[in-house]
């Protein structure tokens, strides 16, 4: 696989992660089964019973449909956003002394454990 293929394949993954549930459950299956289950549009087509064609046109929908969820709510961005913000902030409290790290260490534990609670639960 190309590096610019599998760029979007890892885009519409995370796409799906926040958005999936608001596609039509034809376009979430194949979703999943080619961009996260690597199936080709022959295999979703015979599996289903439709022309790949037909597998395609489905594909392409779902993915406009899932960049246009980002483009008016951005929460992909917005997650990778608070995610750099985290790193930052536990690569700051590292240069702290000791002594004071606790409790800022626990603060960024929860940042983080709430950010992840959101994608995992979007799964």
């Known amino acids: 696989m190309d590096n610019d293929a ?16 608001l596609l039509t459950e034809k376009q979430q299956t194949f979703v999943k089964c080619y961009f996260h ?3 080709t549009l022959g295999e979703i087509a015979a599996e289903f019973q ?3 064609q037909a597998v395609y046109e489905h594909l392409k929908r779902a ?3 899932l960049e246009e969820y980002e483009s008016k709510l951005g929460l ?8 750099a913000g985290i790193d930052l902030l536990e690569s700051q409290i590292a240069g702290l002394p000791a002594e004071w790290r606790g409790p800022f260490t ?14 995992t639960q979007e799964e």
């Open 63 to 65: 993915e406009q449909v």
């Open 106 to 119: 626990e603060t960024a534990a929860v940042l983080r454990g709430a950010e992840l609670l959101v994608t």
């Open 37 to 39: 289950d690597d199936y």
């Open 6 to 21: 599998l760029e979007k394949t890892n885009r519409i993954n995370v796409l799906h992660d926040f958005y999936g549930a």
């Open 76 to 83: 992909v961005d917005r997650h990778g956003r608070l995610l």
């Open 50 to 52: 439709i022309s790949r």
